[in-house]
């Protein structure tokens, strides 16, 4: 009992951070149908930058409670990224708007490798360590135990999803959105300025994404340059797994996958007989993707668009 | 060299009500809630140019991708001559003889034209790998047999001097032509037509029609989806009419524009 | 309307024909002598990497099919050649039975995996590639026990080069009173089998084949409605662009004698797309000209430290840091210049035969 509510709480802990970083891809794609490949990069962006504040602030004040140099982390590495979402989005991909297919997908490699590469000359190859400035606390819950960190990406997280939601179904802004995501050309018709509302679905996936870096460097204490990569890979195919364009798939699509991967993890040697090892994480977690795409081809809540003739 | 004649059925218009070609019983079609088609029943008879016709969203669309395989059916058959159609994959039925063009071109844009009538050619052309990486004699002779095919088609379209630019890049006009033409390529028994004027000017509509007719001397049998009502009624030799998903009459466009059905159906309640 | 050869001057074709020629055979030693012998090794992966790009440049250029995971046979075709050319089991079975057997091993794989995505389309089909890909790529790693098929992520060592009888391609021979090292060697084994894969893609897609294949690529339901068997052809390319790459992954492994993972992650089938897309998708001069060029792009753009010393008296970047971001940029500058590829397909090649119907 006490190891399935252990993996329970990993993987949702996991899969709201998954979560936030689906978001930012699944609202680019269900407005220009991009797979915004540099996404991840920035989130990865996000968890460097904010260290570089917190470890700053740690070593300067060292006197400071944890909770407001994380704070102050926040504050300049949501600015960074949504300043980096919207320079990509302007430079890389509002050029390419009507060419063919894959060229945005290239210049979205390539923005990726260059975030990268720019991270790594900026803070070196090395594992950065995430100061410990947060209360270290630790609670039990019937045989788990739940960290304080823990507990606050989770409400962290709701709260921001929660947000998302009632700006996208609420305000102008999102109704705009959700106008352009429908055709791109009535809507500007209707007189919706759609560099705009494309901007600002770069410039709002970007902010989640810089919460999400945090995150995950909070969680598991470190960041990397090249920590994007595997984030976004995953964060992506939880947004597919979803059903890409559709937010409630998103989140849906990332709490899955964390604990698909948790889950995985914790009882592949179980059922293997040990044959696997908890290293099949991954591969359980693209398993289950693949299953999932070959019977439900469009997602778990993706529209199934019937094909017209 | 002389223009091959498309179609496999010699006929006249003689024993065009004697021999049924296309055999739609009871077909009945459903997306979610929606009844798309409800228990339609036809018959085309070799050799004559049918009309599907009825006001926007009646299901006529729907009923062409029923029939060519796009769509599986809930319930009902549809035979070609005597094989079975219902539960085939489109490029099974268009093996057994019934080619279609589309409301929206659906051409290869990047491909020229004459790409455009080879690709018609697959289903009566059989080399692979082998022959094709080889170029054994059988592909070369199938290529050349297929070149001059495609040639012949464009020139009877009109399209002999597009042959070689790309099919995104010819007018409108000539772009349904080659719908019709790459169609035509696979040597069908029927032809199945939506919309094929729409778009066109008239003397563009006069030449479809007397493209159309020759096709049907040919020994052709055409099915055809069409809005302009003049252009139907002096064409077709029969008509169904279909309006929400219901085939609400069948017949000569004679007894067809008398049925109150369909006049209600087209202009509305009031004008009963 | 039978055709007269239309060939009015055939002296300069025969010329240009022969000049290529000449070049392709004289280049190892051009190379050789003007930057060195690591070029030449350069030379021969640029040859793997043209390979690998027109094997996928079938599946991706030609029938559309977005294939993230396509490093996957490439990796099973070194992995067969490492299992049964090297000390790993003992075996030490000739190239000759070993490269057709990988690369059809690799076919029947492109099949497997193809089967269950045929109703997926675009960006899903992606994301399922690249998940095969990456299950391949964590088996690779973890597969050293309960029995070790693959020695983990050390990898596999000692592969035995192509060798016939006491020919090997990893020693120097002198012919013709020249000295030809193992490099110039495998280039010329290596030119061999490009110039036969560019054969066949060139004769594949003037044919039958290669036409129902852009037509999927073009218009999936017009196609089908064209008579084209679909699913068929999709798995036939599927299978010919696996083929190509196990073919490739045979030859990397019997030219590095050493594979691991590591040469076979996500980023490398990416690499390959981009010198697809970057060149010019689905025309092979394109996808040539890519593949070469985003070969040695990265090892060019190791003389940057030259050019900071030049520049500015010192070297401020490592240029092994600096090269993969220039690389990012050059892949961004260039989409952003010509989206449709540095040498796109001018799909208008005249038809001379047809020019007149």
Known sequence: MDIFLQQLINGLVLGSVYALVALGYTMVYGILELINFAHGEITMMGAMVSLAVIGALALAAPGLPGVLILGAGLAVAIPVCMALGLLIERVAYRPLRHAPRLAPLITAIGVSIILQNIAMLIWGKQYIPFPAILPQGRHEILGASISDTQIAILVLAVLIMLTLILVVQKTRLGRAMRATAQSRQVASLMGVDVNRVIASTFVIGSALAAVAGVMVSAYYGLAHYYMGFLLGLKAFSAAVLGGIGNLGGAMLGGLLLGLIESFGAGYIGDLTGGFLGSHYQDVFAFFVLIAVLVFRPSGLLGARVVERA | ?272 | MSSVPKLNKPQPRWLVFGLLALGLALLPFLVDAGLGRSWVRLLDLALLYVMLALGLNIVVGYAGLLDLGYVAFYALGAYVYAWLASPHFGLHLPFWAILPLGAALAGLFGVLLGTPTLRLRGDYLAIVTLGFGEIIRIFMNNLNAPVNLTNGPQGINLIDPVRLGEFSLSQPHALFGYTFTGVHLTYYLFLLLVLAVIFISMRLEDSRIGRAWVAIREDEIAAAATGINTRNLKLLAFAMGATFGGLAGGLFASFQGFISPESFNLMESIMILCMIVLGGMGHIPGVIFGAVVLTLLPEALRYTGDWQRTLFGQIYIDPADLRMLLFGVALVAVMLYRPAGMIPSARRRQEFADAKG
């Open chain 2, 1 to 272: 060299m002389s223009v091959p004649k498309v179609g496999n059925l010699p006929s006249s218009k003689l024993d065009a009500e004697l021999t049924p070609l296309l055999t739609v019983s009871g077909v009945s079609k459903a997306f979610g809630g929606l009844q798309a088609l409800s228990d339609i029943s036809l018959q085309v008879n070799s050799g004559e140019i049918f009309g599907l016709i009825g006001p926007n969203g009646a299901g006529k669309t729907t009923l062409f991708n029923a029939l060519t395989g796009l769509y599986s059916i809930d319930r009902g058959e549809v035979r070609l001559g005597s094989t079975r159609l219902d539960g085939r994959k489109p490029h099974q039925v268009l093996q057994a003889g019934l080619a279609r063009t589309f409301q929206n071109i659906r051409l290869f844009a990047e491909m020229t034209a004459l790409e455009n009538v080879l690709v018609g050619r697959h289903a009566r052309t059989a080399s692979g790998v082998v022959g094709a990486v080889l170029r054994l004699p059988a592909t070369r002779r199938e290529e050349a047999d297929s070149r001059e095919r495609a040639h012949a088609l464009l020139r009877r379209m009109g399209l002999a001097q597009h042959a070689n630019r790309l099919a995104k890049n010819l007018p409108y006009g000539d772009q349904r032509r080659l719908e019709i033409a790459r169609a035509l390529a696979s040597e069908p028994t029927l032809l199945a037509l939506d919309e094929p004027a729409a778009g066109m000017n008239p003397a563009e509509r006069a030449a479809l029609r007397e493209l159309l007719l020759q096709l049907q001397a040919d020994g052709l049998t055409l099915l055809l989806i069409e809005h302009d009502v003049k252009l139907v009624m002096g064409l077709c030799t029969r008509l169904a009419v279909l309006d929400y998903g219901v085939k609400i009459a069948e017949g000569t466009p004679d007894t067809v524009s008398r049925d109150p059905k369909v006049i209600a159906a087209y202009l509305g309640d009031e004008a009963l």
